[in-house]
């Protein structure tokens, strides 16, 4: 098990060096009363530490500029900004979710960017100011797949170096492996990670093929 530093109050865990919070967490019952994310936005989603744990074995350059997409409470971006000082995007289709965001960052002393938009609604032009794109379970219904699938060539094409999307392993995710398999360089590989505890799933990087 990793070794956890005292931690300053009940529900506040932590992994990968940042402090996130359980859903009993007096901050976030509060928020709650106030904001209902609904497109699944409403949690740290366990795909999220397979992001921050492929990440610390294959980190990006300090300083990176990095879109999170579908960023939910955003537990990757703030990995981003905490770790590689990375200058972060947060897009997410649901407004909702900011606050959870906002609150997560504050937390670990970071600022992250909100963009609230839908993918297929990214301008090439945001995507080009970006060297990374990462997303966590976000492939998560069919409709999603040809999307997503658009948004990834568009931003390769854009002249994003990398974009990395961690799944627990749906066939929707898979589909959309196949589809850039055809058109760019795919590493699609088994991944576990070990905090807050273990969990397993999968992550695929895929690159431009030039
Ligand atoms: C399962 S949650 C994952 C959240 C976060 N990445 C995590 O791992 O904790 C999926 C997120 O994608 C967002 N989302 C779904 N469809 C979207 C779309 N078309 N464009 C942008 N965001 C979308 C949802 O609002 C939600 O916050």
Redesign the pocket.
């Known amino acids: 098990m990793p070794k956890l530093e005292r931690l300053p109050e009940p529900n506040i865990y932590q992994a990968y060096g940042i402090y996130l919070l359980e859903s009993k967490h007096r901050l976030i019952r509060r928020l709650k009363k106030a904001y209902q ?1 609904s ?3 409403h ?3 366990s ?2 530490f397979l ?1 921050m744990d492929y990440l610390q074995h294959n980190p990006m350059a300090k300083k990176s500029c990095v879109m ?9 971006s703030v990995f981003c900004a905490k770790r590689f000082k990375a200058k972060v995007t947060a ?4 407004r909702e ?1 900011y606050p959870f965001l906002d609150v997560l960052a504050e937390l670990n002393g970071v600022k992250i960017e909100p963009l609230v ?4 609604k990214l301008t090439n032009k945001q995507l080009a100011k970006q060297d990374l794109l990462v ?4 492939c ?1 219904w069919d409709e ?1 797949v040809k ?1 997503l699938g658009r948004l990834i060539t568009r931003a390769l094409e854009a002249g994003v170096s990398r974009v990395i999307v961690t799944d627990p392993g749906r066939p929707t995710f898979y589909e959309l492996c196949d589809r850039m398999a055809k058109k760019h360089k795919v590493s699609l590989n088994e991944w576990y990670a070990v905090e807050p505890r273990y969990v397993t799933g999968e992550v695929v990087e895929i690159r431009s093929k030039q």
């Not at 897009?91 to 649901?94: K, N, Q, R, T």
């Not at 938009?117 to 297929?120: L, N, V």
């Open positions: 994310p497109v699944h936005g949690k740290t989603w795909s999220s992001l999170e997409i579908g960023s939910g409470w955003g537990p990757g897009v997410d289709i649901d979710v938009s839908r993918f297929e997303g966590s379970d976000i998560f999603l999307p």
